[in-house]
């Protein structure tokens, strides 16, 4: 695995681990013992639902204790005026002739739809380092590549929005 987290990234997978433990897995251990005292369990629908449910939750935990184990944990400070973790990004595409703004973070949050781009991604991995003003080459694979110009970067240090992509 070795995925790249920030100090903020472990804090949120301890904290959703610890929810799951002490809260999901209580409820999910309440619905098994309800849905087994409703009888016959070769018939049993809620039953079947309820352990699949309490086991989702169980392999949540173990991929997410195993993520912690193997994490590369990375600093998410850069330099004021570089791109960075947690930075946001205004990039002019020059071939549609658009300009959108990206936030980059780490893979575990990332989620193109809502803006937020893994630094793992071409176009993160391109960006990272540069500044307002530069001219970036966004190689794609080996036969295509597009340029972006970085049109401003902002530090941005409010994650509270953020949450951690469920698998």
Do not use: C, W
Not at 24 to 33: S, T, Y
Not at 105 to 132: D, F, Q, W, Y
């Amino acid at each position: 695995m070795y995925d790249k987290l920030t100090p903020s990234d472990v804090k949120k997978i301890e904290e959703e681990i610890e929810y799951r433990k002490l809260v999901v897995r209580k409820e999910a251990i309440e619905a098994v013992k309800e849905a087994r005292s409703h009888g016959d369990l070769s018939e049993n629908f809620e039953y079947y639902a309820a352990k699949k449910d309490k086991n989702k939750n169980e392999s949540r935990i173990r991929y997410l204790e195993r993520m912690l184990k193997t994490a590369n944990v990375i600093s998410d400070n850069s330099k004021e005026d570089e791109v960075g973790i947690n930075n946001t990004v205004t990039v002019y595409f020059e071939e549609d002739d658009e300009t959108e703004t990206y936030r980059l973070v780490t893979t575990v949050r990332g989620n193109s739809i809502r803006g937020l781009i893994s630094i793992e991604s071409p176009l993160g991995k391109a960006l990272m380092g540069h500044k307002a003003g530069d001219r970036v080459y966004i190689k794609v694979n080996e036969q295509y590549g597009y340029y972006v110009q970085i049109r401003s970067v902002e530090n941005t240090t409010d994650d509270s929005q953020d949450k951690l992509r469920s698998f």
